[in-house]
């Protein structure tokens, strides 16, 4: 196999970590560069391991800064782009929305800019690869999934923004040639996920004796996949999708939300050596997110047919290792908690 130069944006974020440190380790004939600005979700701390790895180079950049994305492109040549680098939680979006559109759409445009003009128009062996969420497909009844030709009709600013950035890339496919493949995800869960985002917040708050806040009636429903599987569902992607193709991944594990945490809290009780209905005392109600999509659910057929894909991790034990990881990783939950986090979570939770 011949030496290949790729570049992951969003490389030191939550799923970017886990994506680095598979490609890494995977194809050690490849070098993988890692483009990340650190804003608040980025931390180097997630990719300790693999910095010493002879072919893992890190840049620090922001998408937004053109120039530097031009320097960096005329100083090294790349052969595929997995681009992940974004905001990406949904309740920032609503607190505040322009830098979704910022960093998830400008930023989405310079990278395929970028690209296209360091590839100028010599395409063979290239790829430009867009990380996506099933939540541009909008909302869903108690029945129904989400196939590759559902109308996209995005409700929160966040999948707005990742809408249009798909679009984007679609149209340098159709008029540029650009050689794109866009995959569409459900949630995912894991170690190194950033706390604000509903498995490691529980965690959190049940590690520090806080209030479990389950928004609106509890009953909103996700598709949860086990990290690590994406990773590896992106790797299959990346080197045997079709070019212009868009696939969705979903771990066919729909849960409510309120039974999920219900879970999780007997998974806590369990490694923490409480007695049963300790953590789940702490399960409280709270004021609903406004727009609050009901119900995420995928089809991926198209990934398991074409590729030969499925997901295997249970939640229990999915739940588990997470919740390990963040017991045995306090330090790590302690860093990301302190400083402008606790701003977040102010506005976020007051009153609520
Ligand atoms: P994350 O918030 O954990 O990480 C985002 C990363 O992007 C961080 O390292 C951050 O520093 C970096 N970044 C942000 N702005 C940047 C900029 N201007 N320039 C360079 N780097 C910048 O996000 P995540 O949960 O790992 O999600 C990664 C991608 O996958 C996103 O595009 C997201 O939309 C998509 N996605 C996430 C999920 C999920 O459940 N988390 C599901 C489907 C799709
Ligand atoms: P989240 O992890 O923010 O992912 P997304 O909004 O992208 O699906 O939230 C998952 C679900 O959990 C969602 O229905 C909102 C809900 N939720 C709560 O009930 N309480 C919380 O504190 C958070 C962060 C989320």
Known sequence: MSPKNLLISGGAGFIGSHLVRHMVHRYPHYTIWNLDKLTYAGNLENLRDVEPMPNYRFVKGDI?????????????????????????????????????????????????????????????DKRFYHIS???????????????????????????ASKAASDHFVSAWHHTFGLPVVISNCSNNYGPFQFPEKLIPLMIHHILTDQPLPVYGDGQN???????????????????????GETYNIGGNNEWKNIDLVRLLCE??????????????????????????????????????????????????????????????????????????????????????
């Open 64 to 124: 937004l800064d053109r120039d530097s994305l031009q320097a960096l492109f005329d100083q090294q040549p790349f052969d595929g782009i997995i681009h992940l680098a974004a905001e990406s939680h949904v309740d920032r979006s609503i607190l505040g929305p322009l830098a979704f559109v910022e960093t998830n759409v400008t930023g989405t445009v310079n990278l395929l800019e970028a690209a296209r003009r360091q590839w100028d128009g010599h395409f063979a």
């Open 221 to 243: 429903t996700r598709d949860w996949l086990w990290v690590v599987e994406h990773a590896a569902a992106i790797d299959l992607i990346y080197h045997q999708g079709r070019t």
């Open 267 to 352: 998974v806590m009780d369990g490694l923490l050596g409480r007695s049963p209905g300790t953590s789940a005392r702490l399960i409280h109600f709270v004021r609903d997110r406004p727009g609050h999509d009901r119900r995420y659910a995928i089809d991926a057929t198209k990934l398991e047919k074409e590729l030969g894909w499925k997901p295997c991790m249970s939640m229990k034990e999915g739940l588990e290792q997470t919740a390990r990881w963040y017991l045995d990783n306090s330090e790590w939950l302690e860093h990301v908690t302190s400083g402008a986090y606790r701003t977040y979570y102010d506005q976020q939770y007051r009153g609520r």
């Open 133 to 159: 969420t099933d939540e541009v497909y909008g909302s869903l009844g108690d029945t129904g999934f989400f196939t590759e030709q559902t109308p996209y009709d995005p409700r929160s600013p966040y999948s």
